[in-house]
């Protein structure tokens, strides 16, 4: 029996009319957690040598909350098991520009011990180092453990330009000792100018004037290589949309 399923095969085919930076309402609904989840081990933070330690992530663009909730209880899962409680004392800050999603995630967090929401622009350079700094300063820590942005990149570079997009990067490897990143391919900046078009916007401010352009990831990698300071240690393969997830640490 044939099933009618929407087709969709990014985000970017949605409408970003209504969700220019990518913030939309509905994501978990076409791209659930597990899209990602899936390709995440379990045992990532034993993985990257953090044993039993308190660790820090930092969720960046994190939308109403699902994937970091998901990925928070993910990470805990294989020590949780057999015992009441974690043995691993994780915090999360997950943040977004968008005010109307972070209220929603605050409403459903289900560990606000441990996870918190705030409204923050990353492109906000002085702002998004003050709010960063402080949350680091509560724990004594100088850096997030592990840094998760997914699906960010392409909103940060359209709208804000190939200055925004490289600034983005070196902000997230100045933050964190992991970056664990999934940038969309150029395909996904096609095909969200073409939507706009059609709907009869204008074009996102930059697209045109985009210099870098072509393979996403390998540009990201040779920032994050040759200006930060980072390695690529380890890609977990591609998601159902085929984007790469790519984790790297600081030298
Ligand atoms: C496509 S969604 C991805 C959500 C989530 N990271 C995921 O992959 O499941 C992109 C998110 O990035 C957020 N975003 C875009 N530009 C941002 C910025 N400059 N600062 C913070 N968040 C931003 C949007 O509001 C949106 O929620």
Known sequence: METHVPHV?????????????????????????????????EALLENIGFGSERVLMLDVGCNSGDLSIALYKHLLHKEASGSDSPKRELYLLGFDLDQDLILRAQNSNPFPQNIQFIP????????SRTVLESYLRKFGCPRFHLCTCFAVTMWVHLNHG????????????SV?????????PWKCYRSAARRLRKLGRSDFE???A???RGDMAAHAREHLEKQCSMELVQSFGNTAWDRSLLLFRRR
């Not at 309402?25 to 957690?33: A, G, K, T, V």
């Not at 923050?120 to 702002?127: A, F, G, H, R, S």
Request: charged share 25%; aromatic share 12%; glycine share 4%.
């Open 9 to 41: 095969d990014s985000e970017e085919n949605e409408d970003p009319g209504a969700a220019p930076y990518g913030n939309f309402i509905n994501y978990y609904s076409f791209n659930p957690p597990e899209n990602r989840l899936g390709l995440i081990p």
């Open 162 to 173: 190939d200055a925004a997009f490289l600034s983005l990067l070196s902000r997230l490897a």
């Open 176 to 184: 964190c000792e992991y970056l664990l990143l999934e940038a969309q």
């Open 206 to 208: 930059h697209f045109k």
């Open 210 to 212: 985009l210099e870098i």
């Open 120 to 127: 923050l622009d990353i492109t906000d350079d002085q702002e």
